[in-house]
């Protein structure tokens, strides 16, 4: 049950605080859940097809053994509860935090992570999941620029530094850190073999399109939902 347990634990302070009366939280569940659900689409697809090429895989051994469409349900799990978490723990940081602290520099960070994005997805093609993970980032940074054109890059990387520790936390119990076996082994034939204790590195930038993505999408219906409040009155 290791798995259930770690989504059950990353989730359950900020569902409790989700009613806590200064945050109101879950007045923004209409914004967050088609946010997740949009993510987890994306996201289980791409899943669903690295689970069947092996590149990577999990141990039965931390499993309930239900499968959902070739995937455990812990991993659907997963992709309902670290969004959730993820994004209650950016609105808390802007709670507090009212400056957007790196709003200036966010241009200049983004257009240095398309490029350096971009340079791994071509340098390293040939392996599975460090190109695929390069080139979603990379693909992902464009539309927001291009497209969704949001002004709130700078809280989102300020929130994906502070979120990147209890994130990795997470990735280093699901990849063996500090248990008997991994619940979530990688094929290091498909990535750089480059680990943070256990955790590829690679993690570190599917950690940030997940939450990058789950936030954009969040802000975007929120923003909508606010211009259309403004029209009627």
């Known amino acids: 049950m290791t798995y259930l347990l770690v989504n059950l634990g990353s989730i359950a302070i900020p569902l409790l605080f989700s009613f806590e009366k200064r945050l109101k939280f879950y007045k923004n569940w209409k914004f967050l859940?088609?946010?997740i659900f949009i993510t987890g689409?994306?996201?289980?697809?791409?899943?669903y097809f690295f689970t069947q090429w092996g590149v990577w895989g999990f141990n039965e051994m931390h499993l309930l053994g239900v499968y959902v469409l070739g995937l455990p349900i812990e991993e659907l799990m997963f992709f309902f509860c670290i969004p959730y978490a993820c994004v209650f723990g950016y609105?808390?940081?802007?709670?507090?935090?009212?400056?957007?602290l790196l709003g200036k520099y966010s241009m200049k960070i983004t257009i240095f992570l398309i490029a350096f994005l971009a340079f791994?997805?071509?340098?390293?093609?040939?392996?599975?999941?460090?190109?695929?993970?390069?080139l979603f980032g990379t693909l992902f940074l464009l539309v927001q620029l291009f497209v969704f054109k949001t002004k709130k890059l700078g809280r989102f990387y300020l929130?994906?530094?502070v979120l990147?520790?209890?994130?990795?936390?997470?990735?280093?119990?699901?990849?063996?850190?500090?248990?008997?076996?991994?619940?979530?082994?990688?094929?290091?034939?498909?990535n750089l073999s480059i680990r943070m204790l256990t955790i590829p590195i690679e993690d570190v930038f599917y950690g940030m399109l997940l939450i990058l993505m789950n936030l954009t999408i969040y802000e975007h219906l929120k923003e909508r939902a606010n211009a259309a409040i403004g029209n009627v009155s």
Do not use: M, S
């Open 159 to 161: 929130a994906y530094l």
């Open 164 to 190: 990147l520790i209890p994130f990795l936390v997470v990735n280093g119990i699901l990849t063996g850190t500090g248990i008997e076996e991994e619940v979530v082994w990688y094929n290091n034939n498909e």
């Open 33 to 35: 859940f088609p946010a």
């Open 41 to 47: 689409v994306f996201f289980l697809v791409w899943d």
């Open 120 to 134: 791994q997805a071509y340098l390293y093609r040939g392996l599975a999941y460090t190109f695929a993970t390069c």
């Open 91 to 100: 609105e808390v940081l802007n709670h507090f935090i009212k400056r957007d």
